[in-house]
Nanobody, 121 residues
Framework: QVQLVESGGGLVQAGGSLRLSCAAS????????MGWFRQAPGKEREFVAA????????WYGDSVKGRFTISRDNAKNTVYLQMNSLKPEDTAVYYC??????????????WGQGTQVTVSS
């Protein structure tokens, strides 16, 4: 099992940027596809982004394509999510996880505790 700790969330105005970090311990993340999900109040958890082991292949949810960028530093055992052009609808708790894709659907495991992102209009 991988222990994951997210950080970098906060309050930002619409149009602004934030960079989330996910520090892993327990196992090396280079063996895994890693990703981000988010959950807004009253809504289901939503896939945001994923990166293969070396960052060459990345995948994004439709709502964040072109605005968010996932990256990773396997030497630091850390995954990042750069979020630009933020919108109020991006407000959510963001979670880092090991991810897999089954039948076209992304799912996660080894969830972190999450970090709150709030975008004001």
């Amino acid at each position: 099992q991988v222990q994951l700790v997210e950080s970098g969330g906060g309050l930002v105005q619409a149009g602004g940027s934030l960079r989330l970090s996910c520090a892993a311990s327990g196992r090396a993340i280079r063996n895994y596809v890693m990703g981000w999900f988010r959950q807004a109040p009253g809504k289901e958890r939503e896939f945001v982004a994923a990166s293969n082991w070396n960052g060459i292949n990345t995948w994004y949810g439709d709502s964040v394509k072109g605005r968010f960028t996932i990256s990773r530093d396997n030497a630091k055992n850390t995954v990042y999510l750069q979020m630009n052009s933020l919108k109020p609808e991006d407000t959510a708790v963001y979670y880092c996880a090991r991810v897999v894709k089954y039948g076209g659907t992304w799912s996660g495991s080894d969830w972190g505790q999450g970090t709150q992102v709030t975008v004001s209009s």
